[in-house]
């Protein structure tokens, strides 16, 4: 066996991937803080201007001139790394009161800060589980890949009923003995589908049947709630969660994930996740920005209101134009493509010819006919700029003759 055998493997798995359409266009983008959702795409150092609509920086808080200052005053005066993980030098002051504003906003004892909110959720949710060998744990259908991933780290009994299905949940968890420990684990917003979580619902079967309840807020903190607390604050069931998981890289506009909880269950964690002691820690000026932009958004509704107001205008003006989406609640727009190929054609058409940019979102994001184009309008956004995305959405669907 040679070198030519892993390179023709590796090219034979490419080729499959890419006739599948799943291969993975990273497009290059150059920002600048003072125009965005403008950017530059850059190709072979040619640069064409552009609008993006996909962005996860849901309310332009990387932009926020205050949140940059901070950070730029916090690069000055400790430096641009952590110095190493967290047992290790790296639980310097800036991180410590993050973990604390945190722990304020979702009015919980303790919070933990992580790298990013998929380590949060694998790291959590397998060290919680290793906790009780014979804990059986009960996941959404639509749960994400971190979520996956922790759950597939531990050998657990884990059962995955329907997407909020609340009746095939308590069907299958009422089977349990009462006293056997149990985990729900759920997201308040689904990702992919913008759809909410049987938040209440799943509160009440939790106390009802002794389990403990794990949520995923990744695309409502900072959005929902009146001081950004996410769903749950929205609901006024904080207290309700055990455990509840978010990020500072959506709404807040950084980098990093963290859990909130009680002061025993945050210790175990951090005493036990290996996602949390055996990397290093997130660097000062990165805990800065992400405090202050949590600090900003318990203040301020001014981007809450405006994304609310763009994406109502979004919604309508789909509807006006007979353009398919999926219909929910929250802030994510999925234009509903339903095949892979024509997907990733009407992405490049309007990148291309318009200047949009909206990634494809293909299997195995998605389940395979369910393909999309996953919008989320910011407050940084225009109604001319979003008449003018219509319209163009709609002429490439014409173009390339889409039924859709």
């Keep these: 066996m040679d070198r030519n055998f892993y390179n023709n493997f590796f090219y034979e798995k490419l080729n499959q991937i890419k006739s599948e359409n799943r291969y993975r266009v990273f497009n290059h983008l150059e920002k600048n803080n003072t125009s965005y959702p403008f950017a530059n795409l850059v190709n072979d150092n040619n640069k064409k201007e552009i609008i993006i609509w996909c962005s996860n920086d849901y ?3 990387s932009q926020k001139k205050s949140i940059i200052d901070a950070a730029k005053k916090s690069l ?7 110095g190493g993980t967290r ?6 002051l800036p991180l410590i009161e993050l973990e604390k504003e945190i722990a304020l906003l979702h009015k919980k004892e303790n919070a933990l800060a992580f790298t990013s909110g998929y380590v949060a959720n694998e790291s959590t949710i397998s060290s919680l589980i290793k906790l009780f060998p014979s804990c059986v744990v009960f996941s959404d259908q639509q749960n994400h890949a971190s979520i996956i991933s922790g759950l597939k780290k531990s050998y657990t009994n884990k059962i995955i009923f329907p997407h909020n299905d609340i009746s095939a949940l308590e069907k299958k968890i009422s089977s349990i003995d009462y006293h056997v420990p149990k985990i729900i684990i759920f997201e308040s917003i689904y990702s992919m589908d913008g759809t909410l979580g049987k938040i209440r619902e799943i509160v009440s079967i939790a106390k009802k049947y ?3 309840t794990y949520i995923d807020e990744v695309h409502a903190v900072g959005m929902y709630g009146q001081t950004g607390g996410g769903i749950s604050e929205e609901l006024g069931i904080q207290k309700d969660i055990d455990i509840l998981q ?10 990093g994930g963290y859990i909130a909880s009680n002061k025993l269950i945050c210790d175990y964690i951090r005493s036990t996740a290996s996602g949390f002691i055996f990397t290093t820690s997130l660097p000062p000026s990165v805990a800065v920005a992400a405090k202050n932009a949590i600090q900003y958004l318990k203040l301020h509704d001014n981007e809450r ?6 994406v109502k205008f979004l919604k309508n003006k789909l509807t006006e134009y007979k353009i398919n989406f999926f219909q929910n609640k929250t ?6 493509i339903n095949d892979a190929d024509k997907c990733t054609k009407v992405s490049q058409f309007l990148l291309n010819n318009y200047g949009h940019y909206i990634q494809p979102i293909n299997y195995p994001t998605v389940p395979k006919g369910t393909e999309r184009l996953r919008i989320t309008p910011g407050p940084l956004h225009t109604k001319k700029m979003i008449t003018d995305l219509v319209k163009s959405l709609k002429e490439t669907i014409d173009k390339i003759n889409l039924k859709i």
Aim: aromatic letters at 4%.
């Design 210 to 212: 002794n389990a403990l």
């Design 246 to 255: 978010g990020t500072l890289a959506k709404a807040y506009g950084n980098i």
């Design 76 to 82: 000055s005066d400790y430096g641009t790394g952590s």
């Design 87 to 92: 047992n290790i030098s790296g639980s310097h």
């Design 305 to 310: 209101n405006l994304q609310k107001e763009n």
């Design 59 to 61: 309310l332009g808080m």
């Design 331 to 336: 802030h994510i727009v999925p234009v509903m």
